[in-house]
């Protein structure tokens, strides 16, 4: 093994690019999501999404592995699917449905919090000052960007709202959990094995309600927005989370989850006609610092892991 002091590595920018194009991605899910369920039941949309996704992402694994793992493992995919695939999946469309898509921006940004307490109380990631400072700045970015009286205010979405945060919790628990198996196998793999556990549950709860769905109907418009969810927020996007998570940490990975809100900004800006505020420039500034916060590594060793460039903080 090596060490090194270096604050960054050569890679460092594949890692914020992937990072950053990911909750610009998922930020848009926001959009489509919304707009889909105006035409589609919460299950269709989620079941839509495991119909694509799980089979491309589970071929791929076996693609890049050859193997199957061992029972003891597949016990732990399956624990990985149910918080990151089944229950975040379900906790999201049917918050989401429930409220609206300003109060799921507001809710966001707690993700790194929780992930930082549960990284901490299980001695996966120290929680230094500077890293304390910058999950601070970002989450008091996002905050800033946004008018956190219409969360209290919004008139039938308590139940929306706590659903949004539910899926906000297991979603952190999928981060920090994952962090062990992804020193042993390929992102890919962790992905898609989760992926197909998760995705089975779903199919399972929801074909009824798929075998209901009037998908003939849906204009063009709406297949675009289901093709975007099924293969970039759903597929794409967990996997490149995991290939980051194994070269940075679970606080990186989160608080990067704090500019979902300016990407919701700049596409109503765009997509909407909507004008820039002061506080999304406000909120923008924080969140760019905080992050310069997180993402600068110290001391790391190199893992013995079956691909190159998995690391351990």
Not at 80 to 97: C, D, M, P, R, T
Not at 186 to 202: D, K, M, Y
Not at 296 to 305: D, L
Request: proline fraction near 6%.
């Amino acid at each position: 093994m090596t060490s090194r002091s270096e604050s960054h590595t050569p890679d460092d920018w594949k890692l914020h690019a992937a990072l950053l194009f990911v909750q610009v991605t998922f930020g848009a899910f926001h959009v489509f999501g919304k707009s889909l369920l105006n035409v589609l039941p919460p299950l269709a949309i989620v079941a839509s999404r495991t119909i694509v996704s799980a089979p491309l992402l589970l071929l791929l694994a076996l693609r890049v592995d050859r193997s199957i793992p061992p029972p003891r493992d597949l016990a732990r995919f399956a624990v990985l699917g149910f918080l990151g695939i089944f229950a975040n999946q379900l906790f999201y469309i049917y918050g989401l449905e429930m409220t609206t898509a300003i109060n799921a921006a507001i809710l966001m940004p707690s993700i790194p919090v929780f992930v930082a307490l549960l990284a901490w109380a299980k001695g996966a990631e120290r929680m230094t000052r500077l890293k304390v400072l910058g999950v601070g700045l970002a989450v008091a970015g996002a905050v800033a960007m946004l008018d956190v009286s219409k969360l209290a205010s919004a008139s039938g979405s308590l139940w929306g709202n706590a659903l949004l945060m539910g899926n906000c919790i297991v979603y952190a628990l999928y981060l920090v959990l994952q962090r062990d198996v992804l020193l042993r196998y390929h992102p890919i793999t962790v992905v898609s094995w989760a992926f197909g556990f998760g995705g089975l549950g779903v199919l399972i709860v929801a074909a009824p309600t798929l075998a209901r769905t009037d998908f003939a109907s849906l204009s063009p418009m709406s297949w675009v927005s289901l093709a975007y969810i099924a293969l970039i927020p759903s597929g794409v996007n967990y996997a490149l989370n995991s290939w980051a998570m194994v070269r940075s940490s679970p606080a990186l990975v989160a608080t990067y989850t704090t500019l979902q809100p300016v990407a919701a900004a700049l596409l109503a800006i765009l997509l909407l006609g909507e004008r820039g505020t002061w506080q999304e420039a406000l909120g923008f500034a924080l969140i760019a610092g905080g992050l310069v916060c997180v993402s600068r590594r110290p001391r790391y060793r190199r893992a013995a892991g079956p691909w190159p460039g998995s690391t351990i903080l």
